[in-house]
């Protein structure tokens, strides 16, 4: 029942924040936001304040206008190394200028240990990354769709650019093999940047 009433209260909020949408479609976004994110978490201590992180990023990805900001999303199997790698290292080059999501085919309940370091390090936050399931709306948001290791879980729509970057497992690297990943995976970043932002100065 707390659980209820607090995704009621956050429902409530978001709706506010949309008033484009129908509070039903809010209430029905945050709960299956809840219930996804419980799949696979192992401890459900911060699971209401994924669940608002989480149901904001799909909400923004529903209402998403034509013409914004180029919109990104990385795709792995656990959405616990690479897929949050790669996004991490868009947010480090272009800021807000590039709207970068990240999700996983089949989430892990955390974010693996040797990435942290690496993510730290490109100043994510342990609250930013956590793995997220795949929805419809983060690929339908997407001007880009890159894809790590996932196979064809993506659906294929018209008019989304897809991309299959062949990357290392960081959950199977050692410490070295990590840093090489994040490596070519900067690499393939700063070209994707090039492309999206032709006068992005990239240090």
């Known amino acids: 029942q707390d659980v209820d009433a607090a995704l ?4 409530t909020d978001l709706t506010a924040r949309h008033p484009d949408l129908a509070a039903g479609v809010v209430l029905a976004t945050v709960r299956e936001s809840y219930t996804a994110l419980a799949r696979s978490a192992t401890v459900s201590a911060h ?3 994924l669940t608002d992180r989480f149901a904001r990023q799909r909400l923004a990805d529903l209402t998403r206008e034509a013409g914004a900001r180029p919109q990104v999303l990385f795709v792995c199997v656990a959405n616990a190394g690479r897929s949050q790698l790669a996004a991490a290292l868009v947010r480090r080059y272009a ?3 590039v709207v970068v999501r990240s999700a996983g085919s089949t989430p892990a ?5 040797a990435v942290r370091p690496e993510l730290a390090a490109l100043g994510t936050t342990e609250g ?3 793995p997220k399931p795949l929805t419809d709306d983060a ?3 997407a001007d880009v769709v890159i894809t790590m290791g996932c196979g064809d879980v993506c659906p294929v729509l018209p008019n989304t650019r897809y991309e299959d970057w062949l990357v290392g497992d960081p959950a199977l690297a050692s410490p070295a093999g990590v840093t090489a990943i994040r490596d070519e995976l900067d690499t393939r970043v700063r070209a994707l940047l090039a492309e999206l932002l032709p006068d ?3 240090p």
């Open 8 to 11: 009621d209260h956050l429902a």
């Open 47 to 49: 699971l209401l304040t």
């Open 95 to 97: 800021g807000d200028r």
């Open 109 to 113: 309940s955390d974010v693996h240990p």
């Open 128 to 130: 930013e990354a956590y």
């Open 139 to 141: 690929v339908r948001a």
């Open 200 to 202: 992005l100065d990239l």
